[in-house]
């Protein structure tokens, strides 16, 4: 029950959060700027000159209105302007090298706001520094973490034409995926399956379009993402690898826009506006593929009997109920639906919807509160009237999350309380369905419900100028709900139906829980103002993994709890990084080394039978899996020519822990994970072109994947067969692919438009996604073959108006 | 997924996104000397055999595909110096004798119901060590087929459009079919004309008989508990309607009951035989029988070896109930130059898996 008064409690501070933040008073660092000659205003402009101590001008502070960076630094003479919504804000001048000033101020006009920061001195043990803006990746204490923002993602070239957030990770270092078209990523060495994925603070289950070949994320409502590596904030939690925060776009509160995207994959559409002026805005966005089209005119009839779509829908509300408080209402849905010469079919689809509401208190408190809730479907079926049958599985949550945050001069502290409720739904498999009739009943197997709460606390502090630590502590919990039949195993022997003993009925107290505390630690110590080292451990506890025995994640995978048997991962995570900013923050550097230790990790035996299958533990393999690597990225910011270098050298391996040979992968022996490509490397380059155009090119390299391999052929019954390596044994050949793009700037005057022309795998490399084996021709014999999923060169046009 | 799906999602791929197959060379790592046993013994008055082979290091190359393709000869060896001994329950030991290269039969007739009752297992001395299976013992119960064809034409290898026969089956499961694992195999007998060269003594040629595996790639297996009382229909086999059918051409269908094991065994390597390079393959990896050697746990070997209560059923062609023309290459017309001939259209060791020995069903 204390995790139900902890979460009622921050329930309740939130509450008493908002009746506070009536009785806030400006201080005498408030500033009211009102000039009723000035139109009224969603936003107004607030500019000023930035001073250092000796009077002259001070460049490169970062300006912060709410807490948030708005991506603006003072220029070379001090002056900075900033665009802020009209209202109560809490305004913050941050410098490496000068103590952060805080003003309030009431925008109800445009304002000019001067200032003078003062140096920070050993004396003044009481610094706070924040690094934004462009010295961030230097100053930020956090190692690993990459951000792109809207703009950088639609200039990249992309597959068909559509920008795509998860694809365009990849192209990170530390980032890499199974092969093309397979969802989800894999960070710094973790399984997909590890990633927390976050449409602002709500967890997002399923993130794939099209069997993964692109993601369930509209680019045109992203307004930037953050891909914390490793080294994941404690306010984050509830997987072992890393953290993608997806932040979208809020309508605008002063006049309709309309955004309408023809590309060769799919249209988009995005409506935004007022529904209340400067009060109430709403956004509204929706994609559909365009395949079904291209189906319907094909000449084959398994292909014109075929269909291939998808479709996203995201609508959001923000409501600022008044000039300190605003509530947050999305909701995203997604759904595909695949049906193959009316043979056999998928079906997936994603409801996230969430609701949050942002504080801000006093000028040094602000509190979050998101409350959300998901849906995931999904299902596989064959129509054969005989054999046919359709398997369906899910999962429901809810998800609550409280933090506040507090600063007071050096010092950073944010606490808060989190708790998902999983709902599995049963796994189904009907023979009952469409064309396909049988008597045989349902086989149904129902699945966990589990609930797992973390308060946690993270400190930020910056004893001295060139130190910056964030300790931060999470304590992950996690209970069985409801009631559980378990099947006990013979002590001392395999998990196997053989080893079965008995059945055991658990409840209540009974119920299996794990918990943990997960300490999160990052310091920074600045060698100079533009060069860093920083360092990272974080502690990791995942409840929650997809299970699928397939070459690589797909959409239709299903999502497991720990229960009885299946034992919670547990990940630590230890990062050192360099990093060094060059001639006015043109270039940046940084190289970083990671380690990663990684405890019950799940593989497969083999052949594993995962489909229905109530005692899942005795096809299952625990693993320890271990990665490490170095990763160097070199970017340039600024000039004509912008992009970056990334190369990543890493080895991912993975060892099974049990000593029964039936649990056991080759032999206890280490072996390399499915995604383990040692060698990364990706060059993009985007050129400002005239009239607004950009020019922009991927070079995408790296190791092949690893494979079992064939080790002889033998024949049973007239049968070839293959007999195959230990696992992994082999690699694919490796990946090289050249993509480029361009963007014109408007092409109709009376229009904000542009024209993306993009080719994808420009040399028309034919990459092997898998080498298997096949019989040749009309013998028998097996050979090699290789698949290539996107093995020609696949020109794009997609063009984009705004009115 | 099943193969015909796996061939839709790569038609869907390419035509969307310009997928492709290709064969390529990939480094193997060829394991040579492994045993590999395959044995069943059935209920029927038929031969009960057992096939011997070691795997082979692939190192030579040599041409072997129709489309004279050089791939590495690969092949198994066959061993022809074990000594193979069946042996029941009770420690009754049944010898094999070598009947053709690698291939060993069960030289004493054991009765119909000690086969059907008893437990057996197999013990194999070769090279100075034992290798056994573990005991089997033939399931209780069998589906009734009822087999039939269709045909039609349809695509076949990289051919659109090729007049198909449809082998099918109509099997009724027992009610009580909790443990019923079932397994089938084709098997085509024809017969081949060979051209009737006029002679003084107007001798007639004898034909020559062909004994051959049909859609050998394909694998059908059926849990019987998902059907207990149920009559299943479904299509065993696709062969190609060609010069085969020129005469009397037998298609023999087998039904099995095998063991949970053999199920699970012979399921994996359908999975094996399934993979497309997908997203959806199961990861492939080494098949597991039955057979070990006890001295040594470390050894592995490979194969199955099977006890299977068998049911056959057959149905029969002729030339006349296809609505084309199927004509033979080997009939005679005179004037024509004996070299155009095929050279099968001479002698039957020119057409692979033909005897001249008439088959049991021929006998009939």
């Known amino acids: ?803 | 997924m099943h193969q015909s799906a796996l061939k839709y999602y790569h038609l869907i791929t390419f035509c969307l996104l310009a997928s492709c197959i290709e064969r390529i060379d990939f480094p193997t790592n060829y394991q040579a000397s492994q045993l590999v046993v395959y044995g069943q013994v059935n209920n029927l008055e038929d031969e009960q055999v057992v096939y011997i082979s070691r795997t082979s290091d692939g190192r030579d190359l040599f041409t072997i595909t129709p489309e004279g393709i050089e791939v590495f000869n690969d092949l198994p060896a066959p061993v022809n110096n074990a000594s193979v001994f069946l042996v029941n329950e009770n420690g009754l030991r049944y010898p094999y004798f070598l009947s053709t290269e690698g291939k060993y039969v069960l030289s004493e007739n054991i009765p119909k119901e000690d086969r059907e009752n008893l437990s057996y297992h197999l013990e194999i001395e070769v090279d100075g060590k034992i290798i056994q299976s573990a005991p089997e013992k033939m399931p209780p119960s069998i589906g009734q087929d009822s087999s039939f064809f269709t045909f039609g034409r349809g695509l076949f290898g990289n051919n659109p459009s090729v007049p198909l026969l449809s082998i099918k089956s109509k099997t009724f499961i027992p009610s009580d079919a909790s443990s019923l694992y079932l397994r089938w195999d084709l098997q085509s007998v024809y017969r081949w004309e060979r051209t009737q060269v006029p002679n003084p003594f107007n001798v007639p040629t004898p034909p020559c008989y062909v004994i051959e595996p049909v859609d050998g790639r394909k694998i059908v297996t059926l849990e019987g508990s998902r059907f207990a009382g149920e009559a299943v229909e479904q299509t065993l086999g696709i062969r190609r309607i060609d010069r085969a059918f020129a005469s009397i051409h037998y298609i023999i269908v087998r039904q099995m009951s095998i063991t949970a094991d053999a199920f699970r065994f012979w399921n994996q390597m359908k999975l094996l035989s399934e993979t497309s390079g997908s997203l959806f393959d199961v990861p492939p990896a080494p098949l597991r029988g039955n057979l070990f050697n006890p001295d040594d746990a470390e050894e592995i070997v490979l194969g199955i070896f099977e006890l299977a209560r068998a049911q056959e059923t057959n149905f029969f062609t002729v030339r006349a109930i296809f609505p084309f023309v199927i004509s033979s290459p080997c009939t005679y017309e005179e004037g024509r130059n004996m070299a155009s001939y095929p050279p099968e259209c001479f002698s039957c060791e020119a057409l692979p898996g033909a005897t001249l020995n008439v088959p049991r069903i021929f006998q009939r």
């Open chain 1, 1 to 803: 029950m204390r995790k139900y008064w902890l979460f009622v409690s921050l329930l309740i501070s939130t509450i008493l959060a908002w009746d506070a933040y009536a009785q806030i008073k400006p201080d005498s660092t408030y500033y009211y700027f009102r000039n009723d000659n000035d139109p009224k205003s969603p936003f107004y402009i607030l500019t000023g000159n930035i001073k250092d101590e000796t009077g002259q001008g001070l460049s490169g502070v970062s300006v912060l209105v709410d807490g948030n960076f708005t991506g603006r630094v003072s220029d070379e003479r001090g002056i900075y302007y900033v665009q802020v919504d009209s209202g109560e804000h809490r305004i913050t001048f941050r410098h490496l090298a000068y103590i952060p000033t805080i003003y309030r101020v009431g925008m109800y006009g445009h304002g000019l706001l001067n200032t003078q920061l003062n140096p920070k001195t050993l004396e003044l043990d009481e610094i706070t520094v924040v690094a934004e803006g462009a010295q961030r990746n230097v100053n930020n204490p956090i190692a690993g973490i990459n951000r792109i923002t809207a703009k950088e993602l639609n200039t990249l070239p992309n597959l068909m034409g559509e920008a795509d957030v998860i694809r365009s990770l990849e192209l990170l270092p530390g980032v890499t995926s199974v092969g093309e078209g397979s969802a989800g990523l894999n960070v710094r060495g973790g399984q997909s399956d590890q990633n927390l994925i976050l449409l602002n603070e709500a967890l997002v289950l399923s993130t794939n379009h099209a069997l993964g070949f692109l993601s369930s994320f509209n680019p045109d409502i992203v307004d930037g993402f953050s891909l914390y590596k490793g080294n994941i904030p404690a306010s984050f939690g509830g997987r072992s690898s890393a953290a993608l925060q997806v932040s979208t776009k809020k309508g605008d509160f002063l006049e309709n826009k309309t955004e309408l995207s023809l590309g060769t994959s799919a249209n988009r559409i995005l409506s935004s506006g007022p529904l209340v002026k400067d009060k109430i805005s709403y956004l509204a966005a929706g994609r559909l593929s365009n395949a079904n089209w291209l189906l319907r005119r094909a000449n084959n009839p398994e292909l014109n009997t075929s269909r291939l779509s998808f479709y996203d829908l995201y609508t959001g509300f923000s409501w600022k109920i008044n000039q300190n408080h605003n509530i947050d209402f999305n909701t995203l849905y997604t759904a595909d639906d695949f049906l193959l010469a009316n043979d056999f079919g998928f079906e997936w689809s994603n409801l996230v919807t969430s609701i949050s509401s942002k504080s801000l208190i006093s000028p040094n408190l602000s509190i979050l509160s998101t409350w959300a809730f998901g849906n995931f479907d999904n299902s596989y079926y064959e129509t054969d009237p005989f054999t046919g049958a359709r398997l369906r599985n899910g999962m429901e949550y809810l998800q609550g999350k409280v933090s506040a945050f507090y600063t007071y001069k050096n010092h950073s502290l944010t606490l808060g309380a989190e708790m998902i409720r999983y709902d599995s739904k049963p796994e189904i498999k009907s023979f009952n369905f469409q064309n396909v009739f049988s008597p045989i009943p349902d086989i149904r197997v129902d699945k966990e419900s589990g609930l797992e709460s973390s308060p946690f606390a993270s400190l930020e502090w910056n004893p001295i100028k060139w130190i910056s630590l964030v300790a931060g502590l999470r304590y992950a919990k996690y209970r069985q709900l409801g009631n559980a039949e378990v099947l006990e195993y013979e002590i001392m022997a395999p998990k196997t139906l053989q080893n079965i003993v008995d059945t055991l009925l658990l409840s209540g107290e009974q119920m299996p829980q794990y918990q943990g505390w997960e300490p999160r630690l990052a310091f920074r110590i600045s060698l100079s103002e533009h060069m860093s080292v920083k360092s990272g451990y974080s502690r990791t506890y995942q409840f929650i993994q997809s299970i699928s025995n397939t070459t690589g994640p797909t959409p239709i995978d299903l999502w497991q709890l720990s229960n009885f048997h299946i034992q919670p991962q547990v990940s630590d995570n230890y990062s050192l990084g360099y990093f060094l900013n060059l001639k006015d923050n043109t270039w940046s550097l940084s190289l970083d080394l990671f380690y990663r230790n990684s405890l019950h990790q799940i593989d497969y035996r083999d052949f594993a039978n995962l489909v229905v299958n109530p005692h899942l533990e005795t096809e299952l393999v625990p693993t320890q899996a271990v990665a490490r690597g170095v990763e160097l990225m070199v970017k340039k910011n600024k000039g004509n020519w912008t992009g970056w270098l990334a190369y990543t050298f890493s080895r991912t391996l993975q060892r099974s822990v049990s000593s029964f040979a039936v649990e056991s992968i080759n032999n206890g022996n280490w072996f390399p994970a499915n995604w383990d490509r040692p060698h990364v490397g990706t060059l993009v380059l985007s050129r400002k072109l005239w009239q607004g155009g950009s020019f922009n090119c991927n070079i995408n390299y790296s190791t092949g994947r690893p494979i079992s391999g064939l080790n002889a052929v033998y024949i049973v019954n007239n049968r070839y067969v293959p007999l195959f390596s230990d696992r992994n044994e082999f690699r694919i050949p490796d990946y090289f692919r050249i993509d480029v793009s361009y963007t014109t700037g408007s092409l109709f005057i009376p229009f904000d438009d542009s024209l993306t022309l993009g080719i994808f795998n420009l040399l028309g490399r034919r990459n092997a996604y898998s080498v298997f084996y096949q019989p040749l021709g009309t013998s028998s014999r097996l050979v090699p073959y290789q698949l290539s999923l996107l093995g020609t060169v696949l020109p794009s046009i997609s063009y984009k108006v705004r009115f």
